[in-house]
């Protein structure tokens, strides 16, 4: 099908023009309709699965039937009402910067390949260290999330250890290498593992710490490991935000302690580090600054689009040895910041762009707000919904995560029956379309997770939450 010159530009038009109708109609729509999924598993295959056509069709009509066949199956993750896992939504400013990232379509590896979009990360990176109180010479990457952030971070982490050694790990790999231990609290997110595994340090090597009353490790604990590795090439894996109860640990006492066993100190900041950014709650994150490496997302609580988290070292010399390289077809710029040489990836989206625009759009001010209102909702949630007949709180938020519980009736109820009513008002709940939790097991309870990330959430939205938490404990009880 051979379209050229002005049929090019009538084809961008028309499909834009109906995209931009979409999309319009998707978000002006996101308070009236359920926030959880209509549609089936079956359903959504039976529309979207069809046999690959020979023939290609029109680009607007592409789009059309695209909307019509994903009816039902897009969750309102981006409207007020969603407060499931961690999830955020998008600021205007950054939906935009977004759509225009996709249609400048620059491989973001080389200030070369996109000269503005090299510069719009350099910004963004200094930026982000301001907002995130981390110190001004640490290099940083922009990833795909906190996961490949870990994977940075570590691997910097993973090169600076090795080289105390004498062993260049990026030539020589793990074979022979003296082993790596992590330690951590046992509460860590899921994303380390995986990381670990990449990295081939092995999830033998990550060694669990308990943690006290209050969420997080014990400098007791801490130090009884290191004393016991001492000598071993050691990273320490700190929290700043633990996925159910938001907890952060004391950095200004546990990273000295790190520090002096020479053990490399990496911080999970997914959500977390964004405390930072608050005046109000800046100081959880105090001596936080002390670590090696810190890794945070953007799509999650900074409300940019998805495909954005960030790595942060200390080491730069580290981090760029593990990930740098040069090729004799590349264009190396002498002055300009080159992307290729701190992120693991080749091309990659600019994603900077989407920051870039969010953080101006918010400004300092808006992202303290944003991280204000979203705790006061969540605080907010927990207790209202805590307070409801047949309601429990089990952890009161710190910042923007909290934890309910559901209680049977029955006199002689176990925790098993306890987690049973549960996890069935979480379905009722999912069931009215209204609002939207999602469950977890915390301290062997099933717990339901309020979670509010969302800039768009407000007290209309918490409102709403609670009747809809009220309406399905009431039909629970008759069931
Ligand atoms: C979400 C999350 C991650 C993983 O981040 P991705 O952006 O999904 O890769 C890691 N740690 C914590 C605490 C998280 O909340």
């Known amino acids: 099908m051979a379209i050229e010159g002005k049929d090019t530009q009538m084809t961008y038009r028309s499909v834009l023009e109906s995209t931009l109708a979409h999309a319009l109609s998707y978000i002006e729509n996101l308070d009236e309709v359920p926030v959880s999924a209509t549609a089936g598993l079956a359903g959504l295959r039976q529309r979207l699965d069809r046999p690959l056509a020979d023939e ?33 939504g998008s600021v205007p400013a950054a939906l935009a910067a977004d759509w225009l990232t996709s249609t400048w379509d620059q491989p973001a590896a080389l200030f070369a390949s996109g000269p503005a979009t090299a510069v719009i990360e350099e910004v963004c990176g200094r930026w982000l260290k301001e907002l995130l109180g981390l110190p001004l010479n640490t290099s940083f990457a922009l990833v795909t999330g906190c996961s490949m952030a870990h994977v940075t971070c570590l691997a910097a982490a993973r090169n600076a250890l090795l ?45 669990d710490l308990p943690v006290n009353k209050q969420g997080h490790l014990n400098i007791k604990d801490l130090q009884r490991e290191l004393q016991k590795h001492a000598g071993q090439p050691t990273i320490v894996l700190l929290q700043a935000g633990d996925i159910n109860t938001g907890v952060f640990e004391p950095f200004e006492k546990l990273i000295p302690v790190a520090h002096n066993y020479n053990a490399w100190v990496h911080i999970d900041g997914a959500f977390g580090l964004w405390a930072s950014a608050s005046p109000k709650y800046k100081h959880l994150l105090n001596g936080a600054e002390q670590a090696d490496s810190w890794a945070v997302d953007g799509h999650k609580w900074l409300n940019v689009p998805y495909d954005c988290g960030y790595a942060f070292v200390a080491d730069s010399r580290a981090h760029q040895a593990a990930m740098s390289h040069r090729a004799s077809y590349l264009t190396h710029d002498a002055v300009a910041r080159d992307q290729i040489d701190w992120t693991p990836e080749w091309s990659h989206r600019g994603r900077g762009t989407a920051t870039y625009a969010a953080l101006r759009q918010l400004g300092k001010k808006g992202v303290a707000g944003l991280i204000e209102r979203t705790c006061q909702h969540a605080h907010c949630l927990v207790t209202r919904i805590g307070a409801l007949p047949g309601a429990e709180v089990i952890w009161e938020p710190q910042i923007n995560q909290g934890l309910v519980r559901f209680l049977s009736t029955r006199s002689d109820a176990t925790d098993t029956d306890h987690d049973r009513r549960t ?40 409102e709403r939450a609670v009747n809809a938490v009220q309406r399905a404990l009431e039909k629970q009880s008759i069931a």
């Open 163 to 207: 080289a105390k050694y004498d062993w260049n790990v990026e030539r020589k790999g793990l074979t022979g290498a003296p082993q790596i231990r992590i330690l951590s609290n046992n509460q860590r997110h899921g994303s380390i593992e995986r990381s670990v595994r990449l990295l081939g340090i092995g999830n033998e090597n990550v060694i």
């Open 56 to 88: 290609g069709m029109d680009a607007t009509q592409v789009i059309d039937e695209l909307v019509d066949d994903v009816h039902g199956g897009i969750l309102g993750s981006s409207g007020g009402r969603f407060f499931g896992w961690v999830v955020g």
């Open 423 to 462: 996890d069935g008002v979480i379905a009722n709940i999912l069931e009215s379309g209204e609002v939207f939790f999602s469950g977890t097991t915390w301290q062997g309870k099933r717990c339901m997770r309020v979670s509010v990330c969302n800039w768009k959430t407000n007290e209309l939205d918490v």
